[in-house]
């Protein structure tokens, strides 16, 4: 029998595990067809083990698995010819594309926040390429994170320039109907960035004042950062226009740290089912053990009544 064949036939037969005694996510080893209620998006390698390396295998092994939708922060830099075999492959298997990273990001030096002519000029480029990426890939959001604080200058100037950048970014993507997300970072993991609360992120989200830029809630970081995860997801609501998930501590799936994500996942669910919730971690234990420990624990925290 194929893998193909399997995830079709293959019932919650007696000896399968289960999770947290509300469903079976495997059978014989192998994991079963999952009916998600949000649209979590794995990425590639997650799955590897059981997929193999191909890039198109491992995207209807996610279809299969009942994952609705993907992510790839490294889509940009992949060849014109590889996007269009992953664009293809996703919308044959009905799977929605997420976010890639739209700017370059310098890792050494301040960047939005410095003001400088040639770094806006610079990042405009990148957001300009990135809307054909967008286009061959049918993405709609992409992240965008400023870059590091400048020391040398005060905050308020920092803020008023990245809001002009943004602002001019905003313009380019309008007219496609394209958004970046704004994804504010932690200070444990990311030590001297600008943007670190979700908070910081709605303030300027408010100021840019456009549907092209809104928040990525990485709940992994706010955890961090700030905690308070189901109050700030009610108060920046509004700006939020993509999810990222990762337990805290360690960065792995859920159920492996203190965030209770069938909670948070139930709460988004309540407000709206239409995001989508990018899988951005690791995994807990490696091989194929692993990547269905990462399915149970999906089918678990997504085991809620709306």
């Known amino acids: ?33 999952q009916n998600f209620k949000l649209k979590y998006a794995p990425h590639f390698g997650m799955f590897e083990n ?28 992949r060849s014109i010819n590889v996007q269009e075999k992953i664009a293809a492959a996703l919308a044959r298997r009905g799977v929605e594309m997420g976010v890639f990273v739209a700017n370059t990001i310098n890792w050494q030096e301040p960047t939005l926040t410095t003001g400088k002519p ?48 943004l602002k001019r970014a905003a313009e380019i993507f309008e007219p496609h109907g394209l958004v970046m997300v704004l994804e504010p970072l932690n200070f444990y993991n990311h030590p001297g960035l600008f943007l670190t609360t979700v908070p910081q992120a709605f303030e300027i ?17 706010v955890q961090i950062q700030e905690g308070n995860l189901i109050p ?50 690791g995994k807990s234990k490696e091989g194929k053990e692993g990547e269905i420990k990462l399915i149970e624990a999906y089918a678990w925290a997504d085991d809620f009544e709306i």
Request: charged share 25%; glycine share 8%; with cysteine.
């Open 205 to 221: 989200c408010k100021a840019v004042n456009s549907p092209a830029c809104k928040i990525l809630d990485d709940l992994y970081h």
């Open 1 to 33: 029998m194929n893998r193909r064949d399997f995830f079709k036939t293959a019932g919650l037969a007696a000896g399968a595990a289960t999770v947290a005694g509300s469903r079976f996510a495997t059978a014989q080893g192998q994991p079963l067809k």
């Open 118 to 165: 040639e770094i806006l000029e610079a990042f405009l480029k990148d957001i300009k390429d990135s809307v054909e990426v967008a286009r061959r890939v049918n993405a709609t959001w992409m992240t965008v994170v400023p870059g590091y604080v400048d020391m040398r200058q005060h905050p308020d100037f920092q803020r008023a320039h990245v809001i002009e950048a």
């Open 50 to 77: 059981h997929a193999g390396k191909d890039l198109v295998d491992q995207i209807n092994f996610i279809a299969d698995v009942g994952f609705r939708a993907f992510e790839d922060n490294g889509m940009k830099g």
């Open 232 to 281: 700030n997801i009610d108060k920046a609501w509004d700006e939020i226009g993509y999810f990222q998930i990762g337990d805290n501590p360690g960065r792995n799936e859920p159920t492996t740290g203190e965030i209770h994500y069938q909670n948070v996942f139930k709460h988004i669910a309540k407000k709206s089912t239409d995001f989508i919730l990018g899988m951005e971690h």
